[in-house]
């Protein structure tokens, strides 16, 4: 079950996933443990599992129809999936068997029957086990607290799409909305905030924390901007020296020594002309900035082998390399640091 290696120039390297399906084009999120790569095929249902070294080492099959998106490791070690389709969220055991299921049905007043909230994105809480996860349907987030009780939380932008969710500084978990343009942020008593990002229409993709100050930041994808949010809400936007018109955003990620890396793809509903897709990598003195300029902080393009990827996530492993996922070419990437 090896991968054919696609390509390699300069740090980047390509892995095929080679899913067993029929169907292509859904690769999307990751998690990394000491030894591995888990990676989910959401419409092939499956999630495969890689060695450092970029070898296929297994695959996990998930209900036909389930839909896998989500994942993470929580701090016992155990791996959670998100079952988007059906409205679970599972832990998986080593060989990849579904051992726990919690239904995150939302069971709204007066309906007849639960609505399926389309868990998207899940997100660890700051304690390490409560798990958070996104109601792409509903406009909600929700919360899985460590006894199994489920909690729902309603956003005010009605049709906001919450995709990502990531722990912050102050213990809060903070979040994307796609089509709200906006930062969501739930305290710890389930307060919500949400704040609205200058650009219109800037379609904000993930938001990570800073390494150690007390901000997230975040991508849009169509704003073609990063941003720096802190924890009462003010937003500041950095222009990314973008190569063409028609790029736009996926994720980012911090490496080892705190420096930013950006996907950075040619718009696949805007391909004319056609380019390059690449990550950008901001010297780490970009998290030092308090005015919306980038022209004094270095940065660096890198180039990937493959065009037309759709770039969607990104992460550093505990060998201080970044992989991320490539949905439409189906391939996994390294650089290698």
Known sequence: M???LSATFGKITEYNLNWPSSVHGSTHELVIDEEHIYVTGQNMHRIAKFDYAGRIVDYYTMPDGSGPHG????????????????????????????????DVSLYAQGAKTPINPAPH????????????????????VGKINPDGRVEHFQLNNLAALPIFLSAGANGTIWGTELLGSAILNVST??????FNIPTPNSRPIAVIPDPTEPF???????????????????ITEYPVPALQKND???????????????????????PNPAGYDY?????????????????????????????GTVMHRIKMDYAGNLWFTELMTDKLGKIML
């Open 71 to 102: 994942i993470l490791f929580d701090k016992h070690g155990r791996l959670w999936v998100s079952l988007e389709f059906p409205g679970l969220v599972v832990q998986l055991d080593g060989q990849g068997k579904i051992v726990k299921e919690i």
């Open 2 to 4: 090896n991968p054919t």
């Open 189 to 194: 008593d389930g307060a919500v905030r949400e």
């Open 279 to 307: 990550l950008l990598k901001f010297d780490k003195a970009i998290r030092n900035l308090t005015a919306p300029d980038i022209g004094g902080i270095p940065f660096s393009t890198h180039t990937l082998p493959s065009r």
């Open 248 to 270: 736009i955003l996926g994720s980012l990620a911090f490496d080892r020594e705190n420096n930013l890396w950006i996907q950075v793809y040619v718009n696949p509903n805007n």
């Open 121 to 140: 994105g899940i997100g660890l809480d700051a304690d390490g086990e409560s798990i958070w996860f996104t109601g792409k349907r509903t406009s909600t």
């Open 216 to 234: 997230m930041w975040f991508t849009e994808e169509a704003g073609v901007k990063i941003g720096k949010i802190d924890l009462h809400g003010n």
